[in-house]
């Protein structure tokens, strides 16, 4: 018994649209390639804690006492072992901030005086100043300086090395952009889920526009099918698509540039699915009022370009204006990104993301529900 | 009843363009109506009316009796269409092109499969069935479209310039096959741009210009009423001899 309802038909087009796709080699070709050239692009634009070694470092220390010389000998010990970074001793504050603005140094680690006091009644402060001009690396030295102060507080707090009565060292950052915790682990799942979104999109604008222009479009609606089973049909096909190559850019990046999945992956591949359908839906919106596949393209390159730059892909939506940011909130990708990254980096459960999920999904329907009568209209004129 | 198509004042605007100007015929059933008309004329707007991919401004029509706008899922079950444009996917074969037109008009797997195996042989693409169609010749793609128009068993077979741009093997092979068509009891409509393609073919012809039918009856008692020997002379006659391309090309700027 064959199913004939819309769903079935829903299938047939969704299923002739990926074999068109996969025997058109170019195409194919560029789906695989195109996320192998941005992660390549972006992967070393924007290198992971690993792969950046010896960044030189400054420290200012106006405090002469044992308590302090003890824990700089080992702070310096600690940042050369790792070979993160490179610690040059400075004699005065001033010297140490023309260096970290003439690019010499990239964070500057201040001892004032009083610390070594400090330190043996209590918590003692150390002052960081960090180069701001290159978020990334700001990133990555903010959390490596962390790390060692960590580590160091360890040893304070075992009275490895140090005498019983020291307290802890607590780092005041200055300077900081809010919410970036650090590297390629941050920018990754962006990037994933920018390249999926980017790959449906443009699939999308394709198989809507060149149906109707190759004329291929008025035989299926000739066909008694339903509006609905061509609109999802052709969205469920981008989105499959979208799938299969956030896949393939997953393990791209767990092979080239030792991304870590924390996450489930079938929450992280829900959360691209809803993406991407949340997008084409808003999608076949932006382009029904076009006939041609030039037209169509351009419309969607004007939806996809700002959204990549503020939704939070290369920097926390956070540090957007207040007006930028509600902009953001308004558009499908920003929800797409989070709830991704979240799952993919921080292991966050259906239960910590939900909002993000509902929000695409919400989102999905509206846009499907907008869509298909407006495509229905758009082809019969 | 005896007619596959009855059009009441048929009307199509584009914007403030009239493309079809309140136009009624009737097409009996079995016959080969042939639509003519200069570029431009409305042909195409109104059998895209007729299949129900275009929604008519005013007017109605039914096709085998039902309503093109209030039953638009019988009609398409009764009609089969070949337009200009070829209505096939380059990069699948001529058996999945046909397969996937067969689902969608919901046709039984199986019978699907014996129907695609028939047709195949009758348009001659057996040997070829698993080649991509993009690799096919114009006369093989457009035998291929025809195969795709009549999956479904159409009551209504429509062709929309259907030799344009073939090769005379390719035309002759085409024009029999409309023959064909018609003696099993097929209705056709078929729209040329080829006077002596109509002349040879059509039973009925009507003359279309500026969204209007000028003129429409037997070809036979066109011919005698205006004391002409081809269906060109009647035609030329009707519509003047300049040149004109000017509201199909405004038409194509709109996407159409």
Redesign the interface.
């Given at each position: 018994m064959?199913m004939?309802g819309p769903l079935?038909?829903l299938y047939?087009?969704m299923k002739?649209d990926l074999?068109?796709f996969y025997?058109?080699r170019a195409r194919l070709v560029s789906m695989i390639l195109l996320p192998i050239l941005l992660m390549l692009l972006f992967g070393y634009m924007f290198p992971g804690n690993g792969t950046i070694t010896h960044i030189p470092i400054a420290i200012v220390n106006q405090d002469q006492s044992t308590g302090a010389i003890s824990v700089i000998n080992s702070f310096i010990y600690m940042a050369q072992s790792g070979k993160t970074f490179n610690v040059i001793t400075y004699s005065s504050l001033s010297q140490a901030e023309q260096a970290l603005l003439e690019g010499k140094v990239y964070a500057v680690v201040i001892f004032r005086q009083g610390f070594g006091q400090e330190l043996s009644t209590g918590s003692a402060t150390v002052q960081v100043i960090v180069d701001q001009m290159n978020p990334t690396l700001d990133q990555i030295v903010t959390a490596g300086i962390q790390q060692i102060f960590s580590q160091l507080n360890v040893q304070l707090s075992t009275a490895h090395g140090f005498p019983a009565y020291f307290g802890t060292v607590s780092v005041n950052f200055q300077g900081l952009i809010p919410g970036a915790p650090s590297s390629f682990e941050f920018l990754a799942p962006g990037f994933i889920a920018m390249s999926v979104v980017m790959g449906g999109l443009a699939g999308l604008a394709m198989a809507f526009s060149r149906e109707?222009e190759?004329?291929?479009m008025?035989?299926?609606?000739?066909?008694?099918?339903s509006r609905f089973s061509i609109v999802m049909g052709k969205a469920m096909a981008q989105a499959v698509r979208g799938i299969i190559s956030g896949i393939i850019i997953v393990i791209l990046s767990i092979l080239l540039f030792g991304v870590k999945i924390y996450g489930n992956v079938f929450l992280m591949a829900l959360i691209l699915f809803l993406g991407i359908l949340a997008f084409t839906g808003l999608g076949i919106i932006a382009t029904s009022f076009?006939?041609?596949q030039e037209s169509a393209q351009m419309i969607m390159l004007m939806l996809e370009m700002p959204m990549i730059f503020i939704s939070g892909i290369f920097y926390p939506v956070l540090q957007l204006p207040w007006w930028l940011r509600d902009i953001a909130y308004m558009f499908p990708l920003v929800y797409t990104v989070t709830g991704f990254r979240s799952v993919m980096v921080m292991n966050a459960p259906l239960s910590a993301v939900w909002n993000d999920v509902l929000v695409l999904l919400i989102y999905s329907i509206v846009t499907f529900a907008i869509a298909i009568p407006l495509f229905q209209r758009m082809?019969?004129? | 009843m005896s007619y596959a198509v009855e059009a009441e004042n048929l009307t199509k605007y584009f914007g403030s363009l009239i493309a079809v100007d309140s136009v009624s015929f009737k097409v009996k059933k079995g016959e080969i109506f042939g639509l003519v008309g200069p570029n431009g004329a409305g042909k195409s707007t109104l059998i895209r009316m007729i299949c129900t991919v275009l929604r008519p401004s005013a007017g109605k029509a039914l096709v085998e009796g039902y309503d093109i706008m209030r039953q638009p899922q019988e009609v398409r079950k009764l009609i089969g269409v070949v337009q200009e444009k070829l209505i096939l996917y380059a990069p699948l074969t001529p058996v999945e092109n046909l397969e996937f037109f067969g689902k969608l008009y919901g046709l039984d797997y199986k019978i699907l499969k014996e129907r695609i195996k028939e047709l195949l042989e009758e348009v001659k693409l057996s040997a070829v069935k698993d080649r991509p169609v993009g690799t096919f010749s114009t006369g093989m793609r457009q035998r291929l479209n025809i195969a795709r128009a009549l999956l479904h068993d159409p009551k209504l077979v429509i062709l929309d310039e259907p030799t344009n741009g073939l090769d005379p093997q390719s035309v002759r092979w085409v024009r029999d096959y409309i023959v064909n068509l018609r003696n099993r009891g097929l209705t056709v409509i078929l729209t040329s741009h080829d006077m002596y393609e109509i002349d040879e073919l059509a039973d009925t012809v009507a003359i279309m210009d500026k969204g209007k039918i000028l003129e429409m009856g037997r070809k036979e008692d066109l011919k005698k009423k205006y004391g002409a020997t081809k269906i060109e002379d009647v035609f030329l006659e009707l519509t003047g001899r300049e040149l004109r391309d000017e509201i199909s090309g405004r038409l194509r700027r709109r996407g159409w």
């Open positions: 064959v004939k079935y038909h047939v087009i002739k074999t068109e025997r058109v109707r190759l004329g291929t008025d035989g299926i609606l000739m066909t008694p099918v076009v006939s041609d082809v019969t004129k | -």
